[in-house]
């Protein structure tokens, strides 16, 4: 699940994610910040950046194994009017390593399917 908490700007929304849960562990949680950024010139790319934040108003629940994101994000650089290049950028912890260290081969078909989402998505 994804849900917007607050927009606490024009470019910047505080969201509440919620994922299922692996083999063997809770379901995780995520309270984090998206940032976009409109390139100021054709060659320079257009940013999207996420990074967990902590709100009081959701404290982590019995329910969930609240994880981080301590960086991560997108760089779409515009290559002709239909088509570009998506760079993705994710630091990892120790928390969600078990998501990228089960199936890189698995990891990497849900970054292209989940690349695809959003180009339905933008379409």
Same mark, same amino acid.
């Given at each position: 699940?994804?849900?917007?908490?607050?927009?606490?700007?024009?470019?910047?929304?505080?969201?509440?994610?919620? *994922?299922?849960?692996?083999?063997?562990?809770?379901?995780?949680? !995520?309270?984090? #910040?998206? @940032?976009?950024?409109? +390139?100021?010139?054709?060659?320079?790319?257009?940013?999207?950046?996420?990074?967990?934040?902590?709100?009081?108003?959701?404290?982590?629940?019995?329910?969930?194994?609240?994880?981080?994101?301590?960086?991560?994000?997108?760089?779409?650089? *515009?290559?002709?009017?239909?088509?570009?290049?998506?760079?993705? !950028?994710?630091? #990892?912890? @120790?928390?969600?390593? +078990?998501?990228?260290?089960?199936?890189?081969?698995?990891?990497?078909?849900?970054?292209?399917?989940?690349?695809?989402?959003?180009?339905?998505?933008?379409?």
């Amino acid at each position: 699940t994804c849900n917007v908490l607050q927009a606490v700007n024009e470019d910047e929304k505080i969201y509440y994610v919620t *994922s299922p849960p692996m083999t063997g562990h809770k379901p995780r949680d !995520f309270v984090i #910040l998206v @940032s976009q950024r409109q +390139p100021f010139k054709p060659s320079e790319p257009y940013i999207v950046a996420v990074k967990s934040v902590t709100l009081t108003s959701i404290p982590p629940s019995s329910e969930y194994c609240r994880s981080e994101i301590l960086c991560a994000g997108f760089q779409i650089y *515009s290559d002709s009017d239909s088509s570009c290049t998506v760079c993705y !950028f994710h630091q #990892l912890t @120790s928390a969600v390593m +078990p998501y990228f260290a089960a199936n890189l081969t698995g990891s990497s078909k849900y970054i292209e399917d989940t690349a695809l989402e959003c180009i339905k998505f933008l379409e």
